[in-house]
């Protein structure tokens, strides 16, 4: 959980020895920010190499001819 507090996504409030954690940023916020850090670390920051990628998987519709796209 302090992981977490470091990174700025959770906060706490202490009750004696206890702690109660809640959030500091939304849900969206954080997907959001995953994503970046994704495209960012993998594709080199790139969206279009993200969808390239995924265009380019076996299964793509193109590598089994036009009766297959639809």
Request: glycine share 12%; aromatic share 12%.
């Amino acid at each position: 959980m302090r992981s977490f507090e470091e990174k700025g996504f959770l906060s706490h409030e202490s009750f004696g020895s206890t702690y109660r954690y809640h959030c500091v940023i939304s849900e969206e916020a954080y997907r959001n920010g995953t994503l970046r850090n994704v495209v960012k670390r993998y594709f080199g920051n790139s969206y279009l190499s993200v969808v390239s990628s995924t265009d380019q998987g076996a299964g793509s519709h193109r590598d089994r001819g036009p009766e297959a796209a639809g």
